[in-house]
């Protein structure tokens, strides 16, 4: 697998999208900059990520970059931003494909429908933070993991046709 990198993880095939409310671009450079609930990001447009059929509930969505998340603890997750819609950031967990929690055949199959290499394969898990009293629960999506190529730069959320693979499977 590879690493997902720091900041972002693809290349957008499309033509620039033009201005978009909240993101600012350098035409020299050809890094756009995120306002984001978590501060100011500087992501380099060559290494976002295209997902042609966007996130379920964020279809319209198709530019993302995958940061890093400012907050003390953190370090194992990930911020999948919307460069279209800066208001738009999921929390993902980045898994291997052994301690995925997944069973190496399905994600074998699920990457083979979009044409992706294993040796090209990250997995993305959404996560949700839930305040419950005074701590947090954290449950991540086992039943839609994001597939992403890092060769090409493209991801797809894929969702599991096994009823073993929860929507909410706790991580604490």
């Known amino acids: 697998m590879h690493a997902l990198g720091t900041q972002a993880v693809s290349e957008h095939p499309m033509a620039n999208p033009g201005p978009i409310e909240g993101v600012s671009q350098t035409a020299v450079s050809k890094s756009i900059t995120i306002e984001t609930r978590y501060g100011t990001y500087e992501v380099d447009r060559d290494k976002t990520v295209t ?5 379920i509930g964020f279809s319209e ?25 800066p208001g738009i950031g999921l929390y993902v ?20 429908t979009y044409d992706i290499a294993l040796e090209d394969l990250a997995i993305l898990l959404i996560v949700t933070a839930r305040k ?3 701590k947090v629960d954290l449950t991540a999506n086992l039943l839609a993991p994001v597939l992403v190529d890092t060769e090409h730069r493209v991801a797809f959320q894929h969702v599991m046709t096994d009823d073993r ?7 604490n």
Do not use: C, T, W
Not at 72 to 80: E, S, V
Not at 165 to 171: G, S, V
């Open 51 to 55: 997902l042609p059929k966007g996130l």
């Open 61 to 85: 969505l198709q530019e993302f970059a995958l940061l890093n998340l400012p907050h003390d603890g953190a370090d194992r997750f990930k911020l999948l931003q919307s460069v279209e819609e």
């Open 93 to 112: 967990l980045p898994v291997g494909l052994e301690d995925s929690g997944f069973d190496r055949s399905h994600i074998e199959d699920a990457a083979g």
């Open 132 to 134: 419950n009293g005074e």
């Open 165 to 171: 693979y929860p929507m909410q499977h706790k991580l």
